[in-house]
């Protein structure tokens, strides 16, 4: 099976050589010119339930947007490992010690939609490399509107009561793993649900930061 997907990964990218997400030169997803990305902005939320948070890039910079862009609402997966690299390169070896990766889980019918939760293959990346395991027992139980629609107030209302841990066994140290952060009402609620649940310590890596335009 994994070399039948190689297989045709070789023969899809023979027909359409990936080109770059910014200037559309072929080679790759991101030519070397673009290969790029800026440090994100120090964090302007005052978390409660989050201990530490730690995002590898500035969401305002065209490489990061457009990764996100391409593999979130594209369906271009091979994109996530580009921004998968830069997490891992970039985010503190403690956020990765002894701890349980848990993607921010998608509503089913959105995963439908979607064909795959965008967190969740993010997640299996990075267990991979650092030898972690995997929960996917965070669930989300009501179908909430896109919080890049909203303004902060709305999103902080929007999200609550969205989450719940169904798991029976519950890890003491947990990193949440998700692609942008804006206000971080998404990871703050997740956070809130399994320290309600037993967890002792909650940490976040995300791909990119939103926040201030100008801090690029």
Known sequence: MRLLRVSWKWFTEALFPPKCLICHSEG??????HDTFHIAPPSEV?????????????????????????????????????????MIMKTPTSFFKKTVLVPI????????????????LMAQTIAKYASLLVSTNLKRIRRTPQQARLSKKEREGNIQHA???????????ITLIDDVVASGSTLEEAARILKQAGVKKVQAVVFARGGNRNRQ
């Open 28 to 33: 790759k997803y991101l030519c070397e010119k």
């Open 105 to 120: 889980p998608l509503h089913w019918t959105r995963k439908f939609a979607r064909g795959f939760n965008q967190s969740e």
């Open 163 to 173: 989450f719940v841990w169904k798991g029976d066994a519950i890890p003491r140290n």
């Open 46 to 86: 005052n978390f409660q339930y989050v201990d530490s948070i730690f995002a590898a890039t500035h969401y305002f910079s065209s490489p990061a947007r457009q990764c996100v862009e391409f593999f979130k609402f594209r369906g271009f997966r091979e994109v996530a490992e580009i921004m998968t690299k830069e």
